[in-house]
């Protein structure tokens, strides 16, 4: 960390390379514990859907950027990243997309509704996978801002 903090000029980012290099030591200092504890899963699926929300948050602003150039082609693309995202979300928690349906409004770009069709990844029992279709539910709705009323997850 202070050969990186030496290299940067005017030392003007030291701050950031302080924050990310300690974060990293966080990390491989709680990653041993974690796996003491048997909650490694839980930080590894947390980090993953909060990736997820970052990359739904710069396709979103991209999208806007592009306002002006909205086609067919771009359209299609963002709502297949939609799906994408969506099947990742379900994996995270264990289930496997095996269809999605989502409702878009008038734009095409916002999101009214999600209809999943989800299997376990796994053996698990029943309420297991009602569990694992409610964390789905909820994490959708956070990540795109509607409300759980509108997503159908079934299993």
């Known amino acids: 960390m202070t050969i990186l903090i030496h290299l940067i000029p005017d030392g003007r980012f030291a701050k950031y390379v302080r924050f990310y290099a300690g974060l990293l030591i966080f990390f491989m200092i709680m990653m041993p514990v974690l796996k003491l504890l ?3 899963g839980e930080l590894e699926r947390y980090l993953q859907l909060e990736f997820l929300k970052e990359d739904y948050y710069d396709l979103e602003t991209a999208a806007e950027g592009l306002a002006d150039l909205k086609n067919d082609q771009i359209l299609e693309a ?5 799906m ?9 928690y264990g289930l496997q997309m095996v269809s999605a349906e989502i409702v878009f409004g008038e734009d095409g770009y916002s999101i009214e509704a999600v209809s999943l069709e989800a299997e376990a990844a ?3 029992t029943e309420e297991e996978i009602a569990d694992a279709a ?22």
């Open 38 to 40: 048997g909650t490694e």
């Open 78 to 82: 963002f709502q297949e990243e939609l």
């Open 84 to 92: 994408r995202q969506i099947s990742e979300v379900a994996e995270a």
């Open 122 to 124: 796994d053996e698990k």
């Open 134 to 155: 409610a964390g789905a539910r909820g994490e959708i709705a956070g990540l795109y801002l509607i409300s759980t009323v509108n997503i159908n997850v079934i299993d």
